[in-house]
């Protein structure tokens, strides 16, 4: 029958029965399979998503064999100890062992500037066959280009086999790299020493260069499980290209996919003989490498990450690998003066690099404008616009949020109501980066799995980032760089905030809660208020609801009047608690340099017109920026920054809906807004009758029966019941009618009986209808979230838990 049919059904025919036979085939011995690995640390994510896409294009490329890839983008559980440099060999471990979901034969390992070169079709064909044979010998390969070749610890990129030895080599190899928290070298290893500021408390630890410490004798424990291959094998280091002889200083040439392919190297490859059997064991096949190592790149510096993405992002168009979003310009040099005058060359070559990104931008920008529907020509102009050099950059879709945990006693105790009700609360994946030192780490990852995934609210999409800021060499010295009278209070690491726009390269807008808060709204809300900055705005931030701090200091009339503290925003401040910023105004501003100038200049007035300043970290600093340049601020409604006090006319009400008894708080004005003396005034400028999204109990509201019911409340019940809540007060109006004002507020209570947890009665110590909170008393302190951790509580570090 086949012999009457057409010669391309017969192709096909024959297709299909060497596709059922290649499955029968498989039954008993399926096709190898290879898992690629990469780690990259929250200030490296700029070239994120170039490194995604080079291993998504590599994945989807395989066809015989099975591919997948994962990106870390942060370090590991079980590693908050140690910088990420020093999770090479504990990512292998980590998945040769049981967290990954899916056994893989093999495990590629690569560097962070080290990308994919060739497809699949091609490892299918060369490299596993070379894998097969070599991997027989030693449970593990490791590639050393150039002079790193006699330092092991240092592969830029290597391939486990997925077996005990393997497994056994990786951790053994893992154990010998440093600790962030304790100097050690290894036995009989020598060390490069360079101190670096741990933490602002002037601690120190020694460093080998670039944070690597040679093996030395400790390599031979393993050295009988390892194959070390030199460059060309499994890597080629791209150590220049028609750029002064530096990988990232210039577009890659027209043909680097054809440069690389033709660049065959020593391979131990067997090659086929005349008859279809296998080669002797003389004969060898020349294997082009697979793997392309950018030498000259460095991901330490903000510069030298927007090099490195522009040339990530130029290979990835020359292989075909799709770029999800535009690299953008990279930074020009200040020009001007004796000293900064530049080369004819480098202005030549910067204006290359700029010629590249807004190629690019408009390459990535038009085909998703036009996907929307817009026009071609619409695309490209949208496109040039957002290309040009001091532009916004546009808002990302998914939010992302940075949260503070030092110290294992703070993440415990204070984190969970918060990330609970954020968790429910919202409606899309978030990107939520949390900084703080090893112990508030590891006690964060407890509170993530407890009260996100084992509570079942977390969304496909969701990242959290956990780090330490002391893990980037660029990023140790920000807070040595403040006056030493700034670190005092043991809260300096509050000023990481204000340093968001250094942490944090690869993000263009951020938003920063306090641990002390309870989310009630979405935050895709709060997200949305960075695209409504003002052209000179860069921060958003809410009054602080209180007249005891910056409205005592800046009135004349009281005894602690201190007239550096006059022009303060709404008289009373703003609050630390929640911040939205623009970090490419930032940036483009110089504003962590300006933080660390103000804290030296406001301590040398702190005796003569600037009482107190610093006693709040971070929040005195700001305030003290926003007073001296009010346009970098905009106003922001105290419904995301709600404290519950009585301040300028403002009561808490606490109403009850649904069948449950849902509980929702509104920030009203019984009387209309007033001044600080319930004089005639608006003191805040807020909304009356606004329905509160986020709710910060700070200073003596913390201690208040609320706090402690809402907190019962939250953690008493699962996730599917504090969906429930979130989406009965998202179907609620924003603003109470007449701002909550007069019988308006008890017409609201009618409708929504007087709440306490578990539909309770309302009796003693509950929160009852127009229940006001009054702030600290003057013998308290000046408290706020700012500083009302304890001291001796310390921080947590990065990590990323996909969900």
Same mark, same amino acid.
């Given at each position: ?250 577009? &890659? #040439? *027209?043909?680097?996919? +054809?440069?690389?392919?033709?660049? @065959? ?8 003989? /005349? =008859? ?79 010629? &590249? #990104? *807004?190629?690019?931008? +408009?390459?990535?920008?038009?085909? @998703? ?8 020509? /619409? =695309? ?424």
């Amino acid at each position: 029958r086949m012999a009457v049919l057409p010669s391309s059904a017969m192709r096909s025919a024959l297709t299909i029965l060497a596709c059922a036979a290649g499955v029968r085939a498989s039954e008993s011995a399926p096709p190898p399979s290879l898992l690629v690995i990469q780690s990259l640390a929250p200030w490296q994510e700029l070239v994120g998503d170039e490194v995604e896409a080079n291993m998504r294009w590599f994945a989807e490329s395989c066809y015989r064999i099975r591919c997948g890839y994962k990106l870390w983008r942060t370090l590991p559980p079980g590693r908050e100890e140690y910088h990420p440099w020093f999770s090479r060999f504990y990512l292998g471990a980590l998945t040769l062992s049981d967290h990954h979901p899916e056994p893989y034969d093999y495990v590629l390992w690569l560097d962070s500037v080290t990308v994919l070169s060739r497809s699949g079709p091609d490892l299918e064909g060369e490299l596993i066959p070379y894998l097969a044979s070599t991997l027989e010998q030693t449970p593990l390969l490791l590639s050393l280009p150039g002079a790193e070749a006699s330092n092991p610890h240092t592969p830029k990129a290597y391939v486990a086999r997925n077996s005990s030895a393997a497994l056994e080599a990786l951790e053994t190899l893992s154990s010998f790299l440093p600790r962030e928290d304790r100097l050690l070298a290894p036995r009989g290893s020598p060390i490069i020493p360079t101190a670096y500021p741990y933490d602002g408390d002037k601690r120190a630890q020694a460093y080998g260069t670039l944070g690597q410490i040679e093996l030395g004798e400790a390599h031979a424990c393993v050295r009988d499980a390892m194959t070390i291959v030199p460059e060309g094998v499994l890597v080629s280091a791209v150590e220049g290209h028609e750029h002064k002889g530096k990988a990232c200083n210039g577009p &890659l #040439a *027209r043909d680097w996919p +054809a440069q690389i392919t033709r660049e @065959r190297r020593r391979t131990l490859l067997p090659a086929a003989s /005349e =008859g279809g059997g296998e080669g002797s064991a003389g004969a060898r096949a020349a294997m082009a490498p697979f793997i392309a190592f950018f030498g000259g790149c460095e991901i330490e510096t903000r510069r030298g990450l927007h090099a490195t993405r522009l040339t990530l992002a130029h290979h990835n168009e020359l292989i075909g690998a799709e770029v999800s979003t535009p690299p953008p310009t990279p930074p020009r040099t200040a020009s001007g003066g004796a000293g900064q005058q530049q080369h004819q060359g480098e202005e030549e070559q910067e204006e290359e690099e700029a010629a &590249l #990104a *807004r190629r690019l931008v +408009a390459r990535a920008q038009v085909r @998703r404008l036009v996907a929307d529907g817009r026009t071609w020509a /619409e =695309g490209m102009h949208t496109a040039r616009s957002d290309g040009e050099e001091g532009a916004d950059p546009p808002l990302s879709r998914t939010p992302r949020l940075l949260l503070i945990a030092y110290g294992a006693e703070y993440a415990r105790e204070r984190t969970p109501v918060m990330v609970r009700s954020l968790a429910a609360a919202r409606t899309g994946p978030l990107h939520v980066y949390v900084l703080g030192d090893p112990e508030g780490i590891r006690a964060f990852r407890q509170v993530v799995k407890e009260h996100v995934v084992d509570a079942g609210l977390g969304l496909e999409g969701d990242v959290w980032s956990l780090f330490t800021a002391d893990a980037c060499l660029a990023h140790t010295g920000l807070l040595a760089r403040l006056h030493p009278g700034c670190h005092q209070g043991g809260y300096a690491y509050l000023f990481y905030k204000l340093f968001a726009s250094e942490l944090f390269p690869g993000a263009d807008h951020l938003a920063i809660i306090d641990s002390d808060a309870i989310i009630h709204g979405d935050v895709r809300e709060l997200w949305a208020v960075a695209r409504d900055l003002g052209q000179e705005q860069f921060i958003a931030m809410a009054p602080d609801q209180s007249h005891r701090y910056y409205y005592r200091l800046s009135d004349p009339a009281d005894p602690i009047f201190s007239p550096g503290w006059l022009g303060v925003p709404q008289r009373t401040g703003v609050n630390g608690g929640l911040m939205v910023m623009n970090l490419a105004r930032m940036r483009r501003a110089a504003f962590a340099d300006k933080v660390a100038a103000v804290t030296h200049e406001g301590w040398a007035r702190r005796d003569r017109d600037l009482m107190a300043f610093c006693d709040l970290a971070e929040q005195d600093t700001i305030n003290w920026i926003i007073a001296r340049e009010p346009g970098v601020w905009r106003h922001l409604d105290c419904r995301w920054n709600f404290m519950a006090t009585d301040v300028g006319g403002h009561k808490v009400l606490v109403t009850a809906h649904g069948e449950d008894g849902v509980p929702v708080l509104w920030d009203t004005c019984p009387q209309g807004p007033m001044a600080a003396d319930r004089g005639v005034g608006d003191l805040l400028g807020c909304t009356c009758g606004a329905r509160a999204q986020i709710v910060h109990f700070v200073g003596g509201v913390r201690k208040s029966p609320l706090r402690m019911q809402l907190t019962l409340d939250i953690l008493g019940k699962d996730g599917q019941r504090l969906r429930h809540d979130a989406r009965v007060r998202r179907g609620l109006e924003e603003v109470l009618p007449g701002g909550g004002a007069g019988g308006d507020g008890a017409r609201a209570s009618e409708a929504a009986a007087a709440w306490s947890p578990e539909g309770g009665d309302g009796g003693s110590g509950g929160a009852r209808e127009g229940m006001s909170m009054s702030t600290c008393a003057p013998d308290e302190g000046r408290v706020s979230e700012s500083s009302g951790a304890d001291p001796a509580r310390s921080n947590a570090e990065p990590e990323e838990l996909p969900l």
